[in-house]
């Protein structure tokens, strides 16, 4: 007569022994994962000759089991112990039909983090047990961006570093950005809590007295995926223990770059005007002409060969009014170089 209660007939056959196989997988929240379980002789089974069993250890209880999940000689189906891993833990019939007895772990939760235990069974064998794997499942989470804010207007300089949804629990360091040293931990209060979904949160407080210059950073370790994330801006603060100023050099140049542009902007305005008023007087204004720098315009006195001399026809010559364009008429014979025809 075979057992009822899964858990009854795995408490009867754990006196069996065989070879244990251990192995180590790390998986990241909400993945899918494979718990290895692998006969190593890759002989093919019966499902009607096997008992298989995945089981963890229940937490605050020593040497007590619980089930993850199992499939019995004769069943069509795997079945489920606990309700933590209903829908979620999986075994392949097929797969097991060739020795591949692994579990599908759904959607890993950071309570998963356990270690599984791989139980099989042969029914022809006088219930012996063929198979055994321990599989330390390690889970992990990224977190968020570490974000700090500060300083506030105190005594000291305050500064407050966050970062959310991360596992395993982490390391938080504050840094010297100047030289990169790490700063004194007696200097920081860091509180990491649960969240609702079983992932940390990290609120860090640091203190420092205040100094002209202080240039500060925060850094969440993970150790399970080797991670290492540092507060993306450099926090840099001036000043003296009357005022502080937060990055001097942006505040110099917002306060005299909108007089700059507003100059600019009016020249490009009384430009535009003139270049307009110019346009309107060329197309609106009569045109006049223009003798008088003609008549003002002294002789020149000529000298040597063409100086003027006693008899000379143009030396009476004058000019009388004003011809086309305001030029001045001349009555004067005109004058020629060289010899005469």
């Not at 022994?17 to 909400?30: D, F, H, P, T, Y």
């Not at 494979?34 to 963890?56: E, R």
């Not at 202080?214 to 450099?234: A, Y």
Request: charged share 20%.
């Amino acid at each position: 007569m075979r057992p009822r209660s899964p858990g009854l007939l795995l408490l009867l056959l754990c006196g069996l022994r065989a070879e244990i196989q251990e192995e180590e997988v790390r998986a990241m929240v909400g993945s899918d994962v494979w718990l290895s379980c692998i006969y190593p002789k890759g002989n093919s089974f019966d499902l009607n000759d096997l008992y298989v069993y995945w089981q963890i250890s229940v937490p605050g209880k020593r040497n007590t089991n619980s089930v993850v999940t199992y499939y019995l000689s004769g069943n069509s189906s795997a079945g489920h112990g606990d309700n933590h891993y209903k829908g979620r833990a999986r075994l392949s019939l097929d797969g097991m039909k060739q020795g591949n007895f692994s579990l599908h772990l759904h959607n890993v939760t950071p309570q998963d983090e356990q270690k599984f235990n791989c139980l099989v069974f042969r029914k022809s064998l006088e219930l012996e047990k063929i198979l055994e794997v321990t599989v330390t499942l390690n889970v992990a989470a990224n977190y968020s961006m570490p974000v700090v804010s500060g300083p506030s207007q105190d005594e000291e300089f305050i500064f407050t570093c966050t970062s959310t949804d991360g596992y395993p629990r982490p390391n938080v360091y504050w840094i010297n950005k100047t030289d990169n040293s790490l700063l004194d931990d007696t200097l920081q209060n860091s509180t990491v809590s649960l969240n609702a979904r079983g992932l940390y949160n990290v609120v860090s407080v640091l203190r420092v007295g205040r100094s002209p210059t202080v240039d500060v950073g925060c850094c969440i370790e993970n150790v399970l995926l080797h991670q290492n994330l540092t507060s993306g801006q450099t926090e840099t603060f001036t000043g003296t223990k009357d005022s502080i100023t937060e990055d001097p050099m942006d505040d110099t140049q917002d306060a005299v770059n909108p007089p700059v542009l507003s100059v600019l902007a009016v020249l490009v305005v009384a430009v535009a005007m003139a270049v307009a008023t110019g346009w309107l007087c060329r197309s609106r204004c009569p045109s006049r002409s223009y003798a008088g720098a003609q008549a003002a315009r002294p002789e020149l006195e000529l000298t040597g060969q063409f100086a003027r001399r006693e008899g000379d026809p143009w030396r009476n010559c004058r000019s009388t009014g004003s011809g086309e364009l305001g030029a001045p008429l001349s009555l004067c014979p005109p004058f020629r170089t060289g010899a005469t025809r």
